[in-house]
């Protein structure tokens, strides 16, 4: 599965961006969807997740504020940020994971997409 993240930007306090990430093959065919974030000096950490016809989860962090969403038609999943602060900068990553009928799983990553937010 190949995963283009596009969206990020420089942004300050309290204001929105729009995250996409497209999916190579439809969405419908892949298991787990999710946004992940690497700040500086951090290990990347899952912000939003959504399992095939599931509902979404969020980090603590970013509840209330980032919704994420699918387009099965344009096999894209998004991550809308709004309310955004200083600590949600780093780098947002789209990744895939797809379930195999023995209990394995494959993982894919997108390049990544930069996001700063100046106080």
């Known amino acids: 599965v190949r995963l283009v993240e596009s969206g990020g930007g420089l942004v300050q306090a309290g204001g929105s961006l729009r995250l996409s990430c497209s999916a190579s093959r439809s969405i419908y065919t892949i298991d787990v969807m999710g946004w992940y974030r690497q700040s500086p000096g951090k290990q990347r950490e899952l912000v939003a997740g959504?399992?095939?016809?599931?509902?979404?989860s969020y980090a603590d962090s970013v509840k209330g504020r980032f919704t994420i969403s699918v387009d099965s038609i344009k096999n894209t999943v998004d991550l809308q940020l709004n309310g955004l602060r200083p600590e949600d900068t780093g780098a947002y990553y789209c990744?895939?994971?797809?379930?195999?009928?023995?209990?394995?799983?494959?993982?894919?990553w997108g390049q990544g997409t930069q996001v700063i937010v100046s106080s």
């Open positions: 959504i399992l095939r016809g599931g509902n979404p």
């Open positions: 990744q895939a994971e797809l379930r195999g009928p023995s209990g394995s799983t494959s993982n894919y």
